[in-house]
């Protein structure tokens, strides 16, 4: 029998579903939850708080140190493992993606964060010491709210969530504001978004440019001055990330992996995963299962 690849919904990580939303102190949550220090996927947001604590994370492969006074991101869909070193506490908060439409007109609203965007760099910030205080306090009225529920306390949740979104995105955006204007930052969004939709059956930067009704060598020039990629190998990016978190599921043959990512065959797959990391598919399944 094939090892299935732990894929978690919020139901599975809480004794009850309340409203698409999980709201709980970090400590407890990981005692409940030992198995998630190993590799899975979440099909919700997910952020954490760490308050205390040290080892590491990693999101879709990329490792980070933890620390205190640290906050990281993640979007569904993403891979997820981490490996603690000592006392652990902070905060948790786990959402689905239904949980803000109903109460923003505008339901792509998170979209606009940085943090929100899918990129690893982007989703784990580390709080500036003036900062500290606000965020903590922020964090409790949270926890407050979910334990004491009273009239529209949902509603008051997702206000101080939003409050918090927006504090930090000042403090993240600057960074990708310095090489573009606004407009260009959108039409950037918009290009990863039709990538993430697209990708199996879109690899070339003018099939892209087509549908942002822009010319192929606009679309270059912005991804070059904005990420200093080409937008081919923001393309070629996202498909390999997707080969990445199809491999480490080991109930997938490198063979159906392939086939899912629509490459014409196991030879051609893995020449282009090879050819953009380093390692063939096999070498690199093998990687993550021994660390």
Not at 99 to 118: A, I, K, N, R, V
Not at 141 to 162: F, H, N
Request: proline share 5%; net charge neutral.
């Amino acid at each position: 029998m094939k090892k299935s690849f732990p894929v978690y919904d919020i139901c599975n990580l809480s004794e009850f579903k309340q409203d698409d939303i999980l709201i709980s102190r970090f400590a407890p949550y990981l005692k409940s939850h030992h198995k998630l220090h190993l590799a899975h996927k979440h099909t919700f947001y997910h952020l954490v708080f760490f308050t205390k604590g040290g080892g590491s994370h990693a999101i879709d492969f990329q490792s980070f140190p933890v620390r205190p006074y640290q906050i990281y991101f993640m979007i569904p869909g993403q891979v997820h493992s981490w490996d603690f070193e000592g006392e652990v506490d902070g905060y948790v908060i786990n959402f689905s993606v239904p949980f803000f439409q109903s109460f923003l007109l505008q339901s792509d609203y998170l979209e606009q964060f940085p943090f929100f965007s899918g990129a690893s760099a982007d989703e784990v910030i580390d709080i500036p010491e003036n900062l500290h205080k606000e965020t903590l306090q922020l964090f409790e009225q949270i926890i407050i709210e979910s334990e004491t529920p009273g009239r529209l306390a949902l509603d008051m949740v997702r206000a101080l969530m939003l409050q918090l979104f927006i504090s930090l995105s000042r403090l993240t955006f600057p960074l990708h504001s310095k090489n573009t204007t606004p407009y260009n930052y959108t039409l950037l969004r918009n290009f990863q978004k039709l990538i993430d939709k697209n990708y199996t059956t879109l690899k070339l930067p003018k099939d892209y440019a087509a549908l942002l009704y822009i010319t192929p060598n606009h679309l270059n020039a912005l991804c070059n001055d904005v990420l200093n990629i080409s937008a081919g190998e923001v393309i070629r990016n996202r498909i390999v990330l997707e080969a990445k978190r199809l491999l480490v599921n080991p109930g997938l043959t490198i063979s159906e992996v392939a086939d899912q990512l629509n490459f014409g065959d196991y030879s051609y797959f893995t020449k282009y995963f090879k050819k953009q990391t380093g390692l063939t598919p096999e070498e690199f399944r093998k990687q993550i299962i021994t660390q």
